[in-house]
C-alpha cells in the first residue's frame, strides 16, 4: 500500500479513536472532515519531501491568510519566505507527524482543527520539535484551505 494511503487510514484510525475517547462512542467522520484530514496528510506528505510549495498548497493563496508564530505573517508569500529561511534544507526539515486532530466544523464553509505536530530530525539539524496548532480552514473553489494557522 502506497505511504501516502498508509498514512490517511492512520490519521483517519486515529481520528475515530479520538472521537471515541471523547464521548465513549465511535464516529465515523463526515466528508466534511475527511476532506480537510487529506489536506493535512498532504501537507505531512509535502513536507516530507521537502516541498515546501506544495505544503503551501494547503493555505488559501490570499494576502489575507495569517500565519501566527513568533510573529503574524500575513499571506502566503510572507509565510513562504519564513519557512524557507527556517527551514533551508531538507534535513533541517525533518520528518513531520501530525497526531490528535481534531475536526470542528463552524458550517458548510468554516471549519477549525487542533491537534499536535512532532518534527523529527538530528541534533545537528536543531534536534526534535514539538507543539500544538489551531487552523482555521475555509471551503472555497479548490477546495478546503487555511486562512488562519496559528502554531505553538
Known amino acids: 500500500m502506497p505511504r501516502r494511503y498508509t498514512a490517511i487510514l492512520t490519521l483517519v484510525f486515529a481520528f475515530a479513536l479520538s472521537a471515541l475517547a471523547q464521548d465513549d462512542q465511535l464516529k465515523t467522520a463526515s466528508k466534511q472532515e475527511l476532506d480537510i484530514i487529506k489536506v493535512l496528510v498532504a501537507q505531512e506528505d509535502a513536507w516530507n ?3 515546501l510549495p506544495a505544503f503551501i498548497q494547503g493555505y488559501k493563496n490570499s ?3 495569517l500565519f501566527v508564530t513568533h510573529q503574524v505573517f500575513r499571506g502566503v508569500d510572507g509565510m513562504l519566505d519564513e ?6 534544507t531538507k534535513a533541517i526539515m525533518g520528518t513531520l507527524a501530525f497526531s490528535e486532530l481534531e ?6 464553509k468554516f471549519a477549525v482543527v487542533i491537534g ?3 518534527l523529527d530530525r538530528g541534533k545537528k539539524e536543531g534536534g526534535p520539535a514539538s507543539g500544538i496548532f489551531s487552523l482555521i480552514f475555509e471551503k472555497t473553489d479548490q477546495g478546503w484551505k487555511i486562512i488562519v494557522d496559528h502554531t505553538t
Open 63 to 65: 494576502p489575507d491568510t
Open 103 to 108: 475536526v470542528h466544523s463552524l458550517d458548510e
Open 83 to 88: 519557512y524557507r529561511h527556517n527551514y533551508p
Open 49 to 51: 519531501k521537502g516541498d
Open 116 to 118: 499536535k505536530y512532532r
